[in-house]
Nanobody, 116 residues
Framework: QVQLIESGGGLVQAGGSLRLSCAAS????????MGWYRQAPGKQREWVAG???????NYADFVKGRFTISRDVVKNTVYLQMSSLKPEDTAVYYC??????????WGQGTQVTVSS
């Protein structure tokens, strides 16, 4: 099993920045991909950003230009740098590790609250 521990969430004013971290118990360089998802109250969990084994990145349209996903393969940690935060970014943010096809693991989530 792979354990994922998110950290870095908190309360920030609109327009502010926050960096989330996801520490994995395995070698992330061997995983198919790592990703960030978020879930707001009463809504479905949605994909935010991803980074592949080769290091390529992809983003949901609603965060392009504002969020950056990156990784440190030595520390086995994935990051989500969030800037120009908006109240609608308020959600629980989850880290996910896609090990191989149909095998993935979720972290417990970290709360991000953006105030007006």
């Amino acid at each position: 099993q792979v354990q994922l521990i998110e950290s870095g969430g908190g309360l920030v004013q609109a327009g502010g920045s926050l960096r989330l971290s996801c520490a994995a118990s395995g070698s992330i360089s061997r995983f198919n991909a790592m990703g960030w998802y978020r879930q707001a109250p009463g809504k479905q969990r949605e994909w935010v950003a991803g980074i592949s084994r080769g290091g390529s990145t992809n983003y949901a349209d609603f965060v392009k230009g504002r969020f950056t996903i990156s990784r440190d393969v030595v520390k086995n940690t994935v990051y989500l740098q969030m800037s120009s935060l908006k109240p609608e970014d308020t959600a629980v943010y989850y880290c996910k590790a896609d090990i191989v096809t149909n095998i993935g693991y979720w972290g417990q989530g970290t709360q991000v609250t953006v105030s007006s």
